[in-house]
């Protein structure tokens, strides 16, 4: 059997170098990070870096590592009931970056959209 001129096209490795070259910048100027589980995702549009850690205090020292600013692009996702998942989404360095909390957030939400 012959292949398909329809045979879907992927992109190379090499398009998630900067991914790779992200995440080990954060590595150098970090060192304290602790470590995230993390996917690179390469699409035909780009490269996404999916981090995730498993409480909130090492969200937010990515966060801040990251530079996202407290108020953008962060958002509390709701799981069920009163429960959510913090999540923040940034593009730096040109990658887009998908930062999560694996910890669910109890109890009600303030008014500045963070657990109160």
């Known amino acids: 059997m012959s292949p398909s ?22 590595a150098a100027l970090h060192p304290g990070l602790p ?20 409480t909130t205090d090492v969200w937010e020292a990515y ?3 990251l530079g996202v600013a407290v108020g953008d692009e962060v958002a509390l996702i709701p799981a069920s009931d009163d429960r959510h998942y913090l999540t923040a989404d940034a593009i730096v360095d040109g990658v887009e970056v998908h930062l999560t909390s694996a910890v669910l957030l109890l109890g009600p939400l303030d008014t500045q959209g963070g657990a109160a």
């Not at 329809?6 to 080990?24: D, M, Q, V």
């Open 5 to 26: 001129s329809t045979t879907p096209t992927h992109p190379p490795l090499t398009a998630a170098l900067p991914a790779c070259r992200l995440l080990a910048g954060l």
């Open 35 to 54: 470590a995230a589980y993390t996917a690179i995702t390469v699409l035909d549009h780009g490269v996404i870096l999916g981090l995730t850690v498993d």
């Open 63 to 65: 966060r801040a590592a």
